[in-house]
């Protein structure tokens, strides 16, 4: 199960209960090193207001991108490579954290959707990996109404680059929602394989 999950492929993994998970979590990690991969692990526990949930973990992604990617002065070369994209995704995540909704964020990540795909190059460039991983542990602790939207930017922020994404449940979760304002989500078989654990 642990290869579906770390191969080159997008992921929903539910659990039957949480100590698997935690153990699959400390598995991803440890094969992550050294692997030619970059594994961002992001619990979506979050201790905040739970109507803010998907804007928190988004923030808290790209503030563990920018942390990963930061480059000192030790490596002068590097360091002046990267420091204006740094500067640039610094403030980036400064008004990631001026969006209210779930939607002024998924317009404002379309917008910015191209200097948050190159630094997620420059980690893998960085990091001298071959891809990314992210992977959100806890999903089930999103509100159900928020996962689907969620789940579509964490796809469209790995879509297009040297990245994939690992979903971690230990419920059924909602990444998809067909409403009468349209289709809000990840679709099975299409964006994602679903793996039982």
Same mark, same amino acid.
């Given at each position: 199960?642990? =290869?579906?999950?770390?191969?080159?492929?997008?992921?929903?993994?539910?659990?039957?209960?949480?100590?698997? %998970?935690?153990?699959?979590?400390? !598995? /991803?990690?440890?094969?992550?090193?050294?692997?030619? %991969?970059?594994?961002?692990?992001?619990?979506?526990?979050?201790?905040?207001?739970?109507?803010?949930?998907?804007?928190? /973990?988004?923030?808290?992604?790209?503030?563990?991108?920018?942390?990963?990617? #930061?480059?000192?002065?030790?490596?002068?070369?590097?360091?002046?490579?990267?420091?204006?994209?740094?500067?640039? *995704?610094?403030?980036?995540?400064?008004?990631?954290?001026?969006?209210? $909704?779930? =939607? !002024?964020?998924?317009?404002? @990540?379309? #917008?910015?959707?191209?200097?948050?795909?190159?630094?997620?190059?420059?980690?893998?460039?960085?990091?001298?990996?071959? *891809?990314?991983?992210?992977?959100?542990? =806890? *999903?089930?602790?999103?509100?159900?109404?928020?996962?689907?939207? @969620?789940? %579509? %930017?964490?796809?469209?922020? $790995?879509?297009? /680059?040297?990245?994939? *994404?690992?979903? @971690?449940? $230990?419920?059924?979760?909602?990444?998809?929602?067909?409403?009468?304002?349209? &289709?809000?989500?990840?679709?099975?078989?299409? =964006?994602? /394989? &679903?793996?039982?654990?």
């Amino acid at each position: 199960m642990i =290869d579906k999950v770390l191969s080159r492929v997008n992921s929903v993994v539910i659990f039957t209960n949480p100590d698997a %998970m935690a153990s699959h979590v400390k !598995a /991803v990690e440890k094969l992550g090193i050294g692997s030619g %991969m970059s594994v961002l692990y992001l619990s979506c526990k979050n201790p905040n207001e739970p109507t803010a949930a998907s804007i928190w /973990v988004i923030n808290r992604l790209l503030e563990i991108i920018s942390l990963r990617t #930061h480059v000192g002065c030790g490596n002068p070369t590097a360091w002046f490579k990267y420091r204006k994209d740094n500067t640039e *995704f610094g403030l980036l995540i400064q008004r990631v954290r001026e969006q209210t $909704t779930a =939607d !002024a964020l998924n317009s404002f @990540l379309a #917008h910015n959707n191209n200097a948050i795909k190159k630094q997620i190059r420059n980690l893998v460039e960085v990091e001298k990996s071959q *891809f990314a991983l992210v992977v959100l542990g =806890d *999903f089930q602790e999103i509100p159900r109404e928020q996962q689907p939207a @969620l789940a %579509m %930017m964490i796809h469209k922020l $790995t879509k297009g /680059v040297p990245a994939y *994404f690992s979903i @971690l449940s $230990t419920d059924e979760p909602l990444v998809f929602r067909k409403d009468s304002l349209g &289709e809000v989500g990840i679709q099975r078989s299409h =964006d994602y /394989v &679903e793996v039982r654990a």
